[in-house]
């Protein structure tokens, strides 16, 4: 389905768009799509990939920013390999 979509941009950023789109045998609502399709792909792929247990675990980890990953993980194969 195809819905009309009005933005509001510099103008040297339009005509340096529709150069490339020109250049590229494109128009530019089609280069504006592929950009937002590039966006928003790995939400995608994500949510078509992952099996549904897997996505209920989804955000469930709280206080990840506080965590050190690395230092844990190299932690770990310290104890594992001494």
């Known amino acids: 389905m195809e819905s009309k979509l009005t933005l509001k941009l510099d103008g ?3 005509r340096r768009a529709k150069r490339y789109a020109r250049s590229n045998q494109d128009s530019l609502s089609r280069l504006v799509e592929k950009f937002f399709n590039s966006l928003t792909q790995n939400e ?3 949510d078509e990939k992952l099996p549904p247990i897997i996505k ?3 955000g469930i980890l709280k ?3 506080k965590i050190d990953f690395q230092g ?3 932690d770990y194969l310290e104890r594992k390999y001494r």
């Open 12 to 14: 040297r950023a339009i």
């Open 56 to 58: 209920s675990l989804a």
């Open 72 to 74: 844990e993980y190299a």
């Open 44 to 46: 995608l792929d994500i």
């Open 63 to 65: 206080n990840k920013d």
